[in-house]
Nanobody, 118 residues
Framework: VRLQESGGGLVQAGGSLRLSCATL????????MGWYRQAPGKERELVAV???????NYADSVKGRFTISKDNSKNSLFLQMNNLKPEDTAMYYC?????????????WGQGTQVTVSS
């Protein structure tokens, strides 16, 4: 499946951004989708996952601030990010797979940059 992220940008700490991930084809048929992020010099982090079987899951670092959702009618995945912090600065990628365990080696988009200034 082809994925294309958008919505990144530069925002001040405490601000909000909404990332979008558009898919070619039906998103309803994809069992698992998620958002990863990677900052320079840091390991890749799974930020949020939405699964047809297991619901929603979030990294502790973003719980209460980020919300993952999808709109089947628009074939799109979203990540609403509120109360952003400088440590949220990273390249954000959406990913799709048949299971959470294989999400890291599933289909990925090109990424969208999020920069949070202090």
């Amino acid at each position: 499946v082809r994925l294309q992220e958008s919505g990144g940008g530069l925002v001040q700490a405490g601000g909000s951004l909404r990332l979008s991930c558009a898919t070619l084809g039906s998103i309803a048929s994809i069992p698992v989708m998620g958002w990863y992020r990677q900052a320079p010099g840091k390991e890749r982090e799974l930020v949020a996952v939405i699964s047809n079987d297991e619901g929603l899951n979030y990294a502790d670092s973003v719980k209460g601030r980020f919300t993952i959702s999808k709109d089947n009618s628009k074939n799109s995945l979203f990540l609403q990010m509120n109360n952003l912090k400088p440590e949220d600065t990273a390249m954000y990628y959406c990913a799709a797979s048949v299971a959470i365990a294989t999400l890291h080696r599933g289909s990925w988009g090109q990424g969208t940059q999020v920069t949070v200034s202090s």
